[in-house]
């Protein structure tokens, strides 16, 4: 019955233009907002659904030669990494991506039919073939070379494709989009959702590719680049200044901040409201401003809004209290309205493969979000949940404990600590 119900909603949702919700926003900045039907209006997210080809030599791998080891098949893509990720923790978004009529499509397809997510949004042609990466590793688990064959989703996943959901991006309390899209997509999904105030993620999937901030950012609430996605993501931006990666050694954590702090204070001007940049092994940054609306939300979260994952917002909750959040920043400092800047560290993990734990760590971050935690606890959920995908196979662990994850997220808040600003 609840699969029928489910069924008859999704058809009626194309049929009718359903009203956008009026709730109140939860602590983020502008925060994700809450439906009243928060399960017929999840979050939107929309780029690459990839059959991830994994190499990984049972030695270190040699130009011009075959190198003895593994090659498996794994479901990837950076947004439906994300999507998975998020399911995993209890959400159920809304995927809009592309994929063919072979055997990697069926393949993608599978774990959405097993958890039974809406797939009108996903497009299978018979004119394509299904986007694949072909990754080589060495044998720390970390990315030796790649080749990516992507461009069905640029070709595809057109403007007017993205149009057809408009009705579900306005009324998602955030949407999520990867650079793998179109700049012409990009802009269309994104002056949707910022007509309509929808809160927009860019996730930038690359180096070169996060360079297409540059058209949208001024519709762009959050993103999370690395290192050397920030620094080109900032001169895409710049008109003049050239930024440059902090150079190799050996840095504090507060001297690393001080190298990246001009790229990240360009993205802030620019209107970027929450950064998250990783650091690898060092953990990330956390970057927000205009914290002052973010935690008048916190206190009448949970008696106001509408949560997709109450189980998640109750273990997170149990094991990770709003005091640990407390003892980290100041209620002085949070209600500033300056810039704020969070360390929070990686946990200490056995590396199996590298490729997901950034998917997983947004992942994280927005299904805790759109449970009603504040950015805080949200962005320690992530973290955990960046810990357990390094000391997995697959992009994302086939297994997940939210006690563990609550549990860790309670051990990596008690770690961070607030940065001096270098600006």
């Known amino acids: ?164 959901f408009r009705h579900r991006i306005q009324s998602a309390p955030a949407l999520m989009v990867d650079a793998n899209l179109h700049p012409d997509s990009l802009e269309a999904a994104c002056r949707i959702a910022f007509d309509s105030g929808t809160p927009v993620w860019f996730e930038p999937v690359s180096v070169t590719k996060s360079a297409r901030i540059a058209s949208i950012v001024d519709y762009v609430t959050c993103t999370s680049p690395n290192e050397n996605e920030l620094i080109a993501m900032a001169n895409a931006l710049s008109s003049g200044e050239q930024f440059n990666s902090a150079p190799g050694g050996t840095h504090s954590i507060q001297s690393s901040f001080n190298l ?25 940054f956390l970057c927000f401003r205009e914290a002052a609306d973010f935690t008048a939300r916190i206190a009448k979260s949970r008696e106001d809004s509408v949560y997709q994952n109450r189980k998640l917002y109750d273990l997170v909750d149990k094991y990770c209290p709003s005091q640990l959040h407390e003892s980290l920043l100041s209620l002085e400092r949070v209600n500033s309205q300056e810039p704020c800047v969070v360390h929070f560290p990686a946990l200490r993990a056995s590396v199996v493969s590298l490729t997901g734990a950034g998917d997983c760590l947004v992942g994280g971050i927005l299904s805790s979000l759109c449970s009603g935690l504040d950015i805080i606890r949200s962005t320690a959920v992530g973290v955990a949940m960046a810990r357990a995908a390094v000391e997995a196979f697959d992009n994302v662990p086939a297994d997940i404990s939210l006690i563990e994850i609550a549990l860790e997220a309670g051990q990596i808040l008690s770690a961070g600590r607030e940065l001096l600003l270098c600006w």
């Open 1 to 164: 019955m609840d699969t029928a119900h489910r069924r008859l909603r999704s058809v009626a949702g194309h049929l009718f233009e359903p009203e956008t919700p009026f709730a109140d926003a939860i602590d983020t900045v502008p925060a994700l907002r809450q439906s009243s039907e928060s399960s017929s209006y999840p979050i939107v997210i929309i780029g690459g659904m990839v059959l991830d080809i994994v190499a990984k030599p049972d030695a270190h791998p040699n130009p011009a030669t075959t190198t003895p080891g593994k090659v498996e098949y794994l479901s990837g893509g950076v947004a439906r990494n994300v999507a998975e990720c998020m399911t995993k923790l209890g959400s159920k978004p809304f995927m809009i991506s592309v994929v063919g009529f072979d055997m990697a499509g069926d393949l993608l397809l599978k774990f959405w039919e097993s958890a039974e997510l809406p797939t009108e949004g996903i497009l299978k042609l018979k004119i394509t073939t299904t986007p694949v990466v072909s990754n080589i590793f060495d044998r720390k688990g970390e990315l030796f070379a790649a080749v990516a064959s992507v461009c069905a989703v640029e070709k595809f996943l057109s403007p007017d494709w993205i149009s057809k």
């Open 260 to 284: 990246l702090g001009p790229a990240i204070q360009l993205l802030m001007k620019k209107g970027i409201k929450l950064l998250v940049v990783t650091l690898g092994e060092d953990g990330l």
